[in-house]
């Protein structure tokens, strides 16, 4: 296994979190085409993958989107990477006893936006290489960046306090210049 290349998993602060915190959560409370989901080791008290992932009016994506798209190009920039397309953006909401199975995502990269996390409920992850769990290394406002083929799952909500997460999918571009 020497011959085996680590891969990239990023934290980075989203630098205007604290100011956007409070309007995206009510953004969030107030949206209606949103639903509970449940399924086997999954409970998820609100969320809009099934109702509205592909929907650029939601309020609280509106209230985002100008600084996120600074923020992933920013990194795509630390990267070497050209450009981003964002293919799904949703939000999560976890309630006390609230978890997400372990999966996987489609696209190039995931990304989870900790918009509201309460203490020990960071995401996990499991190394492919040597098959051991993980728990990324977040803070409220950060946003971890990661390969979709990484198996992860948001472990259960011990807290009152309800977790919540805006999750995208993205795929990206280089600059032909990379090869020689």
Not at 68 to 86: A, D, V
Not at 115 to 138: G, M, S, Y
Not at 149 to 163: D, G, L, M, S, Y
Request: proline residues 5%.
């Amino acid at each position: 296994m020497d011959d085996i290349i680590p891969f990239p998993i990023t934290v980075r602060p989203f630098k205007e979190h604290n100011q956007l915190k409070q309007q995206v959560l009510d953004a969030i409370h107030a949206q209606e085409n949103a639903e509970h989901m449940t399924a086997p080791d999954s409970d998820i008290v609100k969320c809009d993958w099934n109702t509205a992932r592909y929907d650029g009016d939601r309020e609280w994506l509106k209230l985002i989107n100008p600084s996120l798209s600074m923020h992933i190009n920013k990194w795509c920039q630390e990267m070497g990477y050209k450009t981003f397309g964002i293919t799904e953006i949703w939000f999560q909401q976890y309630a006390k006893g609230g978890k997400h199975a372990w999966h996987t995502h489609s696209n190039n990269f995931t990304n989870v936006y900790y918009v509201n996390l309460p203490e020990d409920a960071q995401t996990e992850w499991i190394n492919p290489l040597t098959k051991d769990t993980h728990t990324f290394d977040v803070h409220e406002g950060d946003i971890v960046t990661f390969p979709s083929w990484v198996i992860h799952r948001a472990p259960v909500n011990n807290t009152e306090e309800i977790k919540t997460i805006i999750s995208w999918n993205m795929d990206i571009s280089i600059e032909d210049d990379h090869h020689d």
